[in-house]
């Protein structure tokens, strides 16, 4: 195949000027100087769909999201037997141009994947495909190990049906001669430039695929998160605001490569944090003052200090950010359960504690009201932090050098004490507040420009037919997007019920995993505690199984979901509520069957992420400045 595809593109070239002048542009230099990067905005378009594909290189199945990966991607639709010098062969000819550069250029090999998905599923099986892929390059690796060009194909037409209408590809069949091996598919040449939030900037046609225009395109957007994120200035892959981090996304595939970043490069910038207390940020309201807490800059710096220092736990090991990770929103997207000293089980997951301040309730089943006597229950569980007494800390705190005078400089003369070390760590994360985002700046500040129409169908959704803000509602100036209450939704319910399992599936590295049977598992591990929710505080029947409602600002950022994180992504979340929970006697009369499409599922999900705050890249910033209490000092 490539061999034809070559012939076709070079005996195009050696055409007489005239009749040359038909070819695609893509084949030749542009007629025309490329733009400026940067000196052009590319809004988005509309959430990149999904759906089931399979990777040819290995055959298995996966999410089309997952092979897009969590850097930007160009997609191309394409069939291996098209016959037409300015479809697919184009698509596959600046491909390959793109590949080349990338081989070159590491920078652009971490910030780019290029994908393309057969619509020919019934002759481009994974075996044909990797053949075909072999001879166009592609299937390749970077020396650096990112995969350059991934071929995906579906099941069957059926499988493909959806991804088609998502990206408003039109294809239509004719019927081949007998004997006829080709060009028996008609279709517009589509190549979609989709970002790491999964959203379409840019959509090539013939007229305008050229690996220059994609190259300008992708600086362009680039450049775009650099302003946004400090953090991105190293040309390091953006993922989202907060910049690096790893949520394990594609873990699952054998050529997964972990986005963290070296320590010696995690180089902060410690800003005002006051100012976020004292003026929250767009959509936030004023901050209660439930608990008198003496906040000011002494007492913020202090509790700073307190929440990375590692010497708080009971060996040494763990601080509240190890579980609280600034750049993974607070919380830690790389384990479902939070895990403390000795690697001890802790059966919840960490919540974030980006605007913990406006909580009325802390922890999941809420039995806390006030922030600065909640930090005293990880500081003192066996299975977090693990100091056996409030005295034991206080002591150890009295006699490390470095804290000699803070506290006394924070709180008018005093030595430290149980009530103001709680006092120190909640005026630490008082000033967490994280807002300002695209949908504050559209909803609350007018801006028409700042969220896309399908974040904007969410919204109606969401206040709508989903029903969603009747548990975290909108108000008129501001919005925490949580009723402060306690629901159930059948999560804890399920996991009440016995595991008839027979083993499980356990995964050993990227792309390995490993059947275990039960009787193994049960051998070598304890069994899962049982977890009842609010009713352990109250003792209520009622009470079984609830759990305190979240806020859903900066949401996209937090994952993995519910309480115990069994929900690793945020569409998965919405398909959840979809499905209407788990039925149970008690489970919470609003949770319900909702009948959305495919389109009000992504519409949803656009929504949900246009929740990240505008000024988290400062506020993780500042934490990667705070020094990190060691052993040693």
Same mark, same amino acid.
């Given at each position: 195949?490539?061999?034809i595809?070559? *012939?076709?593109?070079?005996?195009?070239?050696?055409?007489?000027?005239?009749?040359?002048?038909?070819?695609?542009?893509?084949?030749?230099?542009?007629?025309?100087?490329?733009?400026?990067?940067?000196?052009?905005?590319?809004?988005? *378009?509309?959430?990149?769909?999904?759906?089931?594909?399979?990777?040819?290189?290995?055959?298995?199945?996966?999410?089309l999201?997952?092979?897009?990966g969590?850097?930007y991607?160009?997609?191309?639709?394409?069939? +291996?037997?098209?016959?037409?010098?300015?479809?697919?062969? =184009?698509?596959?000819?600046?491909?390959?141009?793109?590949?080349?550069?990338?081989?070159?250029?590491? +920078?652009?090999?971490r910030?780019?994947?290029l994908?393309?998905?057969?619509?020919?599923?019934?002759?481009?099986t994974?075996?044909?495909?990797?053949?075909?892929a072999?001879?166009?390059?592609?299937?390749?690796?970077?020396?650096?190990?990112?995969?350059?060009?991934?071929?995906?194909?579906?099941?069957?037409?059926?499988?493909?049906?959806?991804?088609?209408?998502?990206?408003?590809q039109q *294809?239509?069949?004719?019927?081949?001669?007998?004997?006829?091996?080709?060009?028996?598919?008609?279709h517009?040449l589509?190549?979609?430039?989709?970002?790491p939030?999964?959203?379409i900037?840019?959509?090539?046609?013939?007229?305008?695929?050229?690996?220059?225009?994609v190259?300008?395109? =992708?600086?362009t957007?680039?450049?775009?998160?650099?302003?946004?994120?400090?953090?991105?200035?190293?040309?390091?892959?953006?993922?989202s605001?907060?910049?690096?981090?790893?949520?394990?996304?594609?873990?699952?595939?054998?050529d997964?490569?972990?986005?963290?970043?070296?320590?010696?490069?995690r180089?902060?910038?410690?800003?005002?944090l006051i100012?976020f +207390?004292?003026?929250?940020?767009?959509?936030?309201?004023? =901050?209660?003052?439930?608990?008198?807490?003496?906040?000011?800059?002494?007492?913020v710096?202090?509790g700073r200090?307190?929440?990375?220092?590692r010497?708080?736990?009971?060996?040494?090991?763990?601080?509240c950010?190890?579980?609280?990770?600034?750049?993974?929103?607070?919380?830690?997207?790389?384990?479902?359960?939070?895990?403390?000293?000795e690697?001890?089980?802790v059966?919840?997951?960490?919540?974030?504690?980006?605007?913990a301040?406006?909580?009325?309730?802390?922890?999941?089943?809420g039995?806390?009201?006030?922030?600065?006597?909640q930090?005293?229950?990880?500081l003192?569980?066996?299975?977090?932090?693990?100091?056996?007494?409030?005295?034991f800390?206080?002591?150890?705190?009295?006699t490390?050098?470095?804290?000699?005078?803070?506290?006394?400089?924070?709180?008018?003369?005093?030595?430290?004490?149980m009530?103001?070390?709680?006092?120190? =760590?909640?005026?630490?994360?008082?000033?967490?507040?994280?807002?300002?985002?695209?949908?504050?700046?559209?909803?609350?500040?007018?801006?028409?420009?700042?969220?896309?129409?399908?974040?904007?169908?969410?919204?109606?959704?969401?206040?709508?037919?989903a029903?969603?803000?009747?548990?975290?509602?909108?108000?008129?100036?501001?919005?925490?997007?949580?009723?402060?209450?306690?629901?159930?939704?059948?999560?804890?319910?399920?996991?009440?019920?016995p595991?008839q399992?027979?083993?499980?599936?356990v995964?050993?590295?990227?792309?390995?995993?490993?059947?275990?049977?039960?009787?193994?598992?049960?051998?070598?591990?304890?069994?899962? %505690?049982?977890?009842?929710?609010?009713?352990?505080?109250?003792?209520?029947?009622?009470?079984?199984?609830?759990?305190?409602t979240?806020?859903?600002r900066n949401?996209?950022?937090?994952? %993995?979901y519910?309480h115990?994180?069994?929900?690793?992504?945020?569409?998965e979340?919405?398909?959840?509520?979809?499905?209407?929970?788990?039925?149970? %006697?008690?489970?919470?009369?609003? *949770?319900?069957?909702?009948?959305?499409?495919?389109?009000?599922?992504?519409?949803?999900? +656009?929504?949900?992420?246009?929740?990240?705050?505008?000024?988290l890249?400062?506020?993780?910033?500042?934490?990667?400045?705070?020094?990190?209490?060691?052993v040693?000092?």
């Amino acid at each position: 195949m490539m061999r034809i595809f070559v *012939i076709w593109v070079v005996a195009a070239l050696a055409l007489p000027l005239t009749a040359q002048e038909s070819l695609a542009p893509g084949y030749a230099r542009l007629p025309y100087p490329v733009p400026v990067p940067g000196s052009y905005r590319l809004p988005p *378009i509309k959430p990149a769909g999904d759906g089931e594909v399979i990777d040819a290189q290995s055959g298995r199945a996966l999410r089309l999201h997952q092979a897009l990966g969590d850097r930007y991607a160009l997609l191309g639709f394409f069939y +291996a037997h098209c016959d037409d010098v300015n479809g697919c062969p =184009l698509s596959m000819f600046v491909f390959h141009q793109l590949q080349a550069r990338m081989a070159k250029e590491p +920078a652009l090999a971490r910030n780019l994947r290029l994908v393309s998905l057969s619509f020919d599923p019934e002759r481009d099986t994974p075996e044909a495909l990797r053949a075909y892929a072999k001879n166009m390059g592609g299937m390749q690796h970077h020396p650096m190990g990112a995969g350059q060009w991934r071929f995906l194909t579906t099941r069957d037409e059926k499988a493909l049906a959806p991804l088609l209408a998502a990206y408003g590809q039109q *294809i239509q069949r004719t019927l081949s001669a007998p004997g006829q091996n080709g060009g028996d598919i008609s279709h517009l040449l589509r190549v979609f430039l989709i970002d790491p939030q999964k959203r379409i900037r840019n959509i090539y046609s013939t007229s305008f695929l050229h690996a220059d225009l994609v190259l300008a395109d =992708l600086q362009t957007l680039l450049e775009e998160e650099k302003a946004r994120s400090p953090m991105a200035a190293d040309g390091a892959t953006v993922r989202s605001p907060l910049g690096p981090g790893d949520d394990k996304q594609g873990y699952e595939t054998a050529d997964y490569r972990t986005h963290s970043r070296a320590l010696h490069k995690r180089e902060g910038r410690p800003v005002d944090l006051i100012e976020f +207390a004292r003026n929250p940020p767009l959509g936030l309201p004023p =901050l209660p003052r439930r608990e008198p807490v003496r906040l000011n800059r002494a007492s913020v710096a202090l509790g700073r200090k307190l929440f990375f220092d590692r010497r708080l736990s009971l060996n040494g090991t763990i601080s509240c950010a190890m579980c609280h990770v600034p750049e993974q929103g607070f919380t830690s997207n790389e384990i479902a359960t939070a895990v403390g000293i000795e690697g001890r089980t802790v059966r919840r997951n960490a919540p974030t504690v980006l605007n913990a301040a406006y909580n009325q309730l802390l922890f999941h089943d809420g039995r806390e009201n006030r922030l600065s006597q909640q930090v005293w229950g990880p500081l003192l569980a066996r299975n977090e932090m693990g100091n056996p007494s409030v005295g034991f800390v206080l002591d150890k705190v009295r006699t490390l050098p470095d804290y000699a005078g803070l506290f006394q400089e924070a709180f008018d003369g005093e030595a430290p004490n149980m009530l103001n070390l709680g006092e120190a =760590l909640a005026a630490y994360q008082m000033t967490l507040n994280a807002a300002d985002s695209p949908f504050d700046r559209w909803y609350f500040g007018g801006d028409e420009t700042a969220v896309s129409e399908s974040a904007r169908r969410g919204f109606a959704l969401f206040t709508g037919k989903a029903g969603c803000s009747s548990c975290h509602p909108v108000g008129k100036d501001s919005a925490l997007f949580t009723d402060q209450q306690l629901h159930n939704t059948g999560i804890g319910y399920r996991n009440a019920l016995p595991d008839q399992a027979a083993g499980e599936r356990v995964q050993l590295a990227p792309g390995v995993f490993v059947e275990v049977p039960k009787e193994i598992i049960d051998q070598v591990g304890a069994p899962p %505690p049982a977890d009842l929710g609010r009713y352990e505080i109250t003792q209520d029947p009622a009470d079984r199984w609830k759990y305190k409602t979240p806020s859903l600002r900066n949401v996209a950022l937090t994952a %993995p979901y519910m309480h115990d994180g069994s929900i690793p992504t945020l569409r998965e979340v919405v398909e959840f509520y979809d499905r209407g929970g788990v039925p149970n %006697p008690l489970l919470d009369p609003r *949770i319900r069957p909702l009948g959305l499409s495919e389109r009000e599922i992504d519409d949803l999900v +656009a929504f949900l992420e246009s929740l990240t705050g505008g000024n988290l890249p400062a506020l993780v910033a500042d934490a990667q400045a705070a020094p990190i209490g060691d052993v040693s000092h």
